[in-house]
């Protein structure tokens, strides 16, 4: 079974330039979520998805972040200016479906580094 | 926040040691979830355990929750050099969204 898909594994970009994460997750899973994590902390929720609607997206700071999944299977997360506090790495997850058992599969990451 | 904390926040142990994890968390919970991540990657999925349990085992992993003081510890036996990375526990609440703590580093010397 293939897993999460992620890329670009690494980007860097200078701030207030604009930047693009996609995700691909497993197939037939449902749910799909953007986690933030910096350096040294836990993952941080961004914005879940289930199917192509949004079910939380509380902590996506709006005026610059935003996030699709068209056709509720890919996904991408663009920052648009990219600040230099926005350096982390951005993890993709995918879940059966929500209430199943909340465990997440996680994709490989993309590190963004802001200069 | 929501978010669980891990201790201790390092951990440096020789191989064939355990290595004890512990989390704690703040509100109810459906269930808790054990993470690993190896530097550079994405998390695994370890090890779940409800609400309603109190202890779960899965090869040399062992966890236990106690829901009336909010925590749950992971215990590693017979450590190795490859168990090194960080781990992570994650707290389930009515929204499934897990949400996670600061996790603890663990190095596993040789």
């Known amino acids: 079974e293939a897993g999460v898909a992620q890329s670009p594994r690494y980007k860097i970009i200078e701030k207030r330039q604009s930047v693009a994460f996609w995700c691909n997750p497993i197939s037939g899973h449902a749910t799909l979520y953007w986690y933030q994590q910096i350096l040294g902390q836990g993952p941080k929720l961004l914005i879940q998805f289930q199917n192509n609607g949004v079910v939380d997206d509380s902590q996506l700071p709006k005026d610059r972040f935003s996030a699709e999944r068209l056709k509720g299977v890919d996904s991408t997360l663009k920052i648009q200016p990219a600040k230099l506090e926005d350096s982390a790495v951005y993890l993709c997850a995918s879940s059966f479906k929500t209430g199943f058992t909340g465990e997440l599969f996680f994709g490989e990451g993309s590190r963004l580094t802001v200069l | 926040s929501q978010q669980g904390e891990e201790d201790p926040q390092a951990l440096s142990i020789q191989e064939g040691e355990n290595a004890t994890m512990n989390c704690s968390y703040k509100t109810s919970i459906n269930n808790l979830q054990w993470y690993r991540q190896n530097s550079g990657r994405g998390l695994v999925h370890l090890i779940l355990?409800?609400?309603?349990?109190r202890e779960k085992h899965s090869g040399r992993l062992r966890v236990t929750l106690d829901t009336s003081k909010k925590s749950s510890s992971l215990l590693i036996t017979a450590s190795r050099a490859a168990d090194t990375a960080s781990y992570f526990c994650?707290?389930?609440?009515?929204?499934?969204?897990?949400?996670f703590g600061r996790g603890t580093s663990l190095i596993v010397h040789p």
């Open positions: 355990i409800r609400s309603n349990e």
């Open positions: 994650a707290n389930v609440r009515g929204s499934y969204i897990p949400t």
